[in-house]
């Protein structure tokens, strides 16, 4: 488990954030951001859903982008998407990263209409293109953080 979800529980002081040797800064969970790393822990992406307009929504706020709403709740992703666009890291700004690399980011296009930033992994020879499909997993990358992933040709896609 890394040092972020171990020190989840203290909110009143900030927790080291590291993306290996490189010092992110103080990272202090808000009402915003909590659940999305509580669920994050139990390996469960969740979008922020907004009741009155039946939308949901990523990065997480307390007030919907769209109605102003402020009955929000947490709700599961479906786990699927598909490849909205990428990008692939051959020069990689830390050494802890480097050893991933080279790795691909990008956005997914989820069907509750998010798009998500996260490591997108290709599987089984497949190659990373846009509109390619994709699926949900969690996965422990090179700096120890065990994160949401969405994989490309995985098992899981068969
Ligand atoms: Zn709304």
Redo the contacts with the bound molecule.
């Keep these: 488990m890394s040092e972020v979800k171990a020190e989840m529980a203290d909110w009143a002081e900030g927790q080291k954030v590291y993306a290996g040797e490189l010092f992110l800064g103080l990272y202090q969970p808000s009402p915003e951001t909590a659940g999305f790393w509580q669920g994050v822990a139990r390996d469960e992406l969740l979008f922020k859903w907004?009741a009155?307009?039946a939308?949901h929504y990523h990065p997480r706020r307390i007030i919907?982008p769209?109605?102003s709403?402020t009955k929000l709740d947490w709700k599961p992703a479906s786990g699927k998407g598909k490849v909205y666009s990428f990008s692939e890291v051959h020069r990689p700004p830390t050494k802890t990263f480097a050893k991933g690399a080279p790795y691909t980011v990008g956005l997914v296009e989820t069907p509750e209409g998010v798009h998500y930033f996260c490591r997108i992994v290709a599987e089984g020879g497949a190659k990373i293109v846009v509109d390619a499909p994709a699926q949900l997993e969690f996965r422990e990358l090179e700096t120890g953080q065990r994160l949401p992933v969405f994989v490309v040709g995985g098992a899981a896609l068969k």
């Design positions: 907004c009155a307009c939308r919907c769209q109605c709403s």
